[in-house]
């Protein structure tokens, strides 16, 4: 620990008495700027949270609309999005999709590293395996465990697994395609190796055939449907279809009934997601330009017109109208305090009447979520934005305290240095002074 004698410390406080008024301007200025930074950070997450849980909303397909799909075969399901189209849809499953399942055996035997294996699928994609590559242990020969590890690790596997399975003391290879309908199906050849090709072909067994889902609009006699997957999401407009059952092929009535209806407090729930994001935002805005009063202290904006107008285009935005209607057509309405808040029976009366006024409210280009968003980009944007430009001036400001402090420091150390010399001048005359009159006594 350094040694601090009493003319030093009596230079730093003459030193730091000739900075001081300055240098508690600027740290004041300093904590006002670092405060104007942190509300800065507070408004954008809260402005980018606000965003994201608006931006969800704005879509065709998960909209503010919400509707309910029932089954009568709970082994058949069915979901719908905001496209879908109310009604009640019955229809007869013929078959299923299936991809095709096939086995062969290679006993316990291994066969000369010669020759190739080939599976061919439907759509004319190969993939051809030198047998010669295949020999993982460097005996010359292939065994069923090197063929299964060939094929699922080969970079040309157009779409067919393959796994052991033991049956009686015989080694069986399943090939099973990757996807299933029609194009699925597969033939295997082997070809330059007549041990293996005898023991493959003669072996071979069909497991499953490929084929299309097919189901029929109505009863088995209306209009075929087919599809190369279980899931049919393109015949109702909105509606995703998945059979795992078939009808029973004695009834020809037997079908399968989807009802989609219009579930109007599914809709408030995911309005309630937007009513929820702006009141959360309204009142960081409020918490930010608040005056304060005898318990609580201003906010940080207080005062400040371009963040209290923030608030005011939101209420603007939000009670425009919208292809004729405006939120308060479905009962969201601002309370004493300024938050938005659902009447559930008006909500309920005007879903009944007009549904897909509040799709035109929140979805499309000229909607109230698009104008939000527009809204919030004019404050987030990272290069132009407000918070960026403000920002950027809060930064320019600090730079200068920073230079300003920076000299500061250089005048305290200049003037330390002046007191110091000043005073063990002094300190020296006055020893002196006093040894020139001791020796006169």
């Not at 009640?88 to 499953?93: E, K, L, M, R």
């Amino acid at each position: 620990m350094s040694y601090t004698s009493p003319i030093q410390k009596l230079a730093q406080q003459f030193a730091y008495a000739d900075i001081a008024t300055q240098a508690t301007n600027l740290q004041n200025e300093q904590a006002e700027l670092d405060a104007e930074s942190s509300g800065l950070d507070s408004l954008s997450t809260a402005l980018t949270d606000f965003q994201t849980a608006i931006d969800a909303l704005n879509s065709d397909t998960d909209g503010p609309l919400t509707f309910s799909a029932t089954t009568n075969n709970e082994s058949n399901t069915v979901s719908a999005n905001s496209q879908a189209q109310a009604g009640t849809y019955s229809f007869y499953v013929s078959q299923l999709a299936q991809g095709q399942q096939t086995t062969f055996s290679m006993s316990d035997d291994t066969y000369a590293a010669t020759g190739s294996f080939e599976i061919t699928m439907d759509d004319g994609t190969t993939m051809d395996i030198d047998l010669s590559t295949v020999d993982e242990d460097g005996d010359n020969c292939v065994d069923a465990s090197e063929l299964v590890d060939a094929i699922n690790n080969s970079d040309d596997n157009p779409g067919v697994s393959a796994a052991l399975v033991k049956t009686d003391g015989t080694t069986t290879i399943m090939l099973t395609s990757d996807t299933t309908g029609e194009q699925s199906g597969f033939s295997v050849s082997v070809s330059g190796n007549t041990d293996l090709a005898t023991a493959e072909s003669s072996s071979e067994q069909s497991i499953t055939q490929a084929q299309d889902a097919i189901i029929h609009l109505g009863n088995e006699d209306g209009p075929a449907i087919t599809s190369s997957t279980n899931t049919f999401d393109d015949v109702i407009p909105g509606v995703t279809m998945t059979f795992s059952e078939v009808s029973d092929p004695d009834d020809p009535n037997d079908v399968t009934t989807f009802t989609v209806a219009e579930d109007s407090s599914g809709s408030q729930a995911k309005v309630q997601t937007f009513v929820d994001a702006y009141n959360t935002l309204i009142d960081t805005i409020d918490s930010l330009t608040s005056y304060g009063d005898d318990d609580t202290a201003s906010g940080v904006f207080a005062g400040d017109a371009g963040m209290n107008s923030l608030a005011n285009q939101m209420d603007d935005i939000a009670h425009a109208s919208y292809g004729g209607v405006s939120i308060v057509d479905y009962g969201i309405t601002l309370d004493s305090d300024g938050h938005l808040q659902i009447d559930s029976t008006q909500f309920s009366e005007a879903m009944e009447e007009n549904p897909d006024g509040l799709t035109a409210i929140f979805v499309g280009e000229d909607s109230m979520v698009a104008q939000m968003d527009d809204l919030m980009e004019s404050y987030l944007d990272s290069s132009n934005g407000i918070i960026a430009l403000r920002q950027e001036n809060i930064d320019d400001q600090q730079s200068k305290i920073q230079d300003e402090s920076d000299q500061l420091t250089e005048t305290y150390n200049t003037n330390y240095e002046r007191y110091v010399e000043e005073y063990t001048n002094t300190l020296v005359e006055t020893y002196t002074m006093k040894m020139s009159m001791a020796a006169f006594m």
